[in-house]
């Protein structure tokens, strides 16, 4: 997720073409969540370091393997204190 995401053969300027993220991925753990066993990484804001919620990696149930590739962001850390200016 860090990084620049290629956008192929989209117009100059286009949203697509190339866009900056500044959301980090740290390493895949084994976590109990409610819905069972899964293995999730941490994302989190490369400016100030928050973690803001967590990348599904594997899922170990198969009713649960949709979830795989799935961002889960906690609203709650969405909220910048000092204004978006």
């Known amino acids: 997720m860090a990084g620049l995401c290629e956008g192929g053969n989209e117009p100059s300027g286009s949203l697509k073409a190339i866009c900056k993220v500044n959301v980090g991925c740290g ?12 293995a999730v990484a941490d994302i989190y804001c490369e400016c100030c370091k928050t973690t803001l919620g967590w990348k599904y990696e594997h899922a170990f149930e198969s ?3 949709y979830k795989e590739g799935k961002y889960i962001i906690e609203l709650a850390h969405m909220i910048k204190e000092n204004g978006w200016d």
């Open 63 to 65: 009713s649960q393997k």
């Open 27 to 38: 390493p895949a753990e084994e976590r109990v969540l409610l819905t069972g066993l899964h």
